[in-house]
């Protein structure tokens, strides 16, 4: 069984990734470095094709629902997503935890 990922796995990502900073400022390291296109190219079985990442059910462009049907399900989602955390929001204010850190405030 594996273990959940949790932030602490990705500690060294994030110190070598240095977001935030210029990119000069990162640091590469045994497990994480960039690469070039040509090296990537150089690799068996590289593929750049994100292709899978295409809704499948979008695929015949002449059976996609209207505009307006498209955007009221993106408003719909949007307004059940914003429910979503006012509730959270509601809950931590609850429990006496502010909706906004401090460290975010204006």
Known sequence: MH???RAVHLDE??????????RTER?????F???????LMKRDKANLDITWLKDASLEDLD??????VIAREIVDDLTAALAEFEAV???LEEAG???VPAALEP
């Open 3 to 5: 273990q959940p990922v």
């Open 13 to 22: 990502f994030v110190e070598s990734y240095a977001p935030g900073r210029p």
């Open 89 to 91: 929001a509601l809950a």
């Open 27 to 31: 640091v590469e390291g045994e497990r």
């Open 33 to 39: 470095r960039s690469f070039s296109y040509d090296e």
């Open 63 to 68: 059976d996609l629902p209207a505009p307006e």
């Open 97 to 99: 935890t502010p909706a």
